[in-house]
Nanobody
Framework: QGQLVESGGGLVQTGGSLRLSCADS????????MGWFRQAPGKEREFVAA????????FYGDSVQGRFTISRDNAENTVYLQMNTLKPEDTAVYYC??????????????????WGQGTQVTISS
C-alpha cells in the first residue's frame, strides 16, 4: 500500500519560486494520472495542474497557467510542481493526487483515488 507524500512547501515573498515534490514508496506513479490541487482557508479545493498517464500531457488551471509547471521523473518516482512568479493569492495547502490510468476529467477532485496530506505554501506580500 502506497502513500503520497508532498514536500517543498514554505514561506516565500511575492515573485519568488518554490518546487513541490510528490513521492510514493508503494505505487509506481508512472501508471497514474497525477494532479496538484490547492485549498485556501474557507475555499473549495481548486485544480492547479495535472499530468496525464497516457502521454504526459499537461494541463493547468487558469490562475497558474504560464507560471507553474508540472512534471514527473519516473526514475525518482516523483511528480513535481515548479511554481514561479508566486503571488499572495497562491497561498494555500497544496495536495498531490493520483488516479490509476487515464481520465479526461483531470480537473475534478472526485476523479482522484489517492491523496497526500498536503504541504503549506505561504506567499508574503
Amino acid at each position: 500500500q502506497g502513500q503520497l507524500v508532498e514536500s517543498g512547501g514554505g514561506l516565500v515573498q511575492t515573485g519568488g519560486s518554490l518546487r513541490l515534490s510528490c513521492a510514493d514508496s508503494g505505487r509506481r506513479l508512472s501508471y497514474y494520472t497525477m494532479g496538484w490541487f490547492r485549498q485556501a482557508p474557507g475555499k473549495e479545493r481548486e485544480f492547479v495542474a495535472a499530468i496525464s498517464w497516457r502521454d504526459d500531457s499537461t494541463f493547468y488551471g487558469d490562475s497558474v497557467q504560464g507560471r507553474f509547471t508540472i512534471s514527473r521523473d519516473n526514475a525518482e518516482n516523483t511528480v513535481y510542481l515548479q511554481m514561479n512568479t508566486l503571488k499572495p493569492e497562491d497561498t494555500a495547502v497544496y495536495y498531490c493526487a493520483a488516479r490509476p490510468g487515464y481520465t479526461t476529467n483531470y480537473r475534478r477532485v472526485t476523479e482522484y483515488d489517492y491523496w497526500g496530506q498536503g504541504t503549506q505554501v505561504t506567499i508574503s506580500s
